[in-house]
């Protein structure tokens, strides 16, 4: 399995932004057909919440983050971000990223059990 490494997490008011990144060594960021992002509070289950697809670079959005995030891939630099913007305090929640090799994001949605590799964890607060 190649390692993924999450950063960009932090402390930000309701309304600002925040960019996660999700970084892969050179030779196994290629590796990964899907790279999702899940959130999990405390005392809640993990949420599948952003997904992309190497192969046509589809997209695809939780109800609960659609049109205030945006997930992207930038090949050159092995990593896949996951900007946030009008964060809301309901937005707090450790981030992860996860990748496969064979899975197909889609509308369907995205488990944790789609995915075979994880980071680490990135925390995210928002809050006044």
């Known amino acids: 399995q190649v390692q993924l490494v999450e950063s960009g997490g932090g402390l930000v008011q309701p309304g600002g932004s925040l960019r996660l990144s999700c970084a892969a060594s050179?030779?196994?960021?290629?590796?990964?057909?899907?790279i999702g992002w899940f959130r999990q509070a405390p005392g809640k289950e993990r949420e599948g919440i952003s997904c992309i697809n190497r192969s046509d670079g589809s997209t695809y959005y939780s109800d609960s983050v659609k049109g205030r995030f945006t997930i992207s891939r930038d090949n050159a630099k092995n990593t896949v971000y996951l900007q946030m913007n009008s964060l809301k305090s309901e937005d707090t929640a450790v981030y992860y990223c996860a990748g496969d090799p064979m899975y197909y994001c889609s509308e369907d949605g995205q488990d944790a059990e789609d995915f075979t590799s994880w980071g680490q964890g990135t925390q995210v607060t928002v809050s006044s």
């Open positions: 050179a030779s196994g960021f290629s590796y990964y057909h899907a």
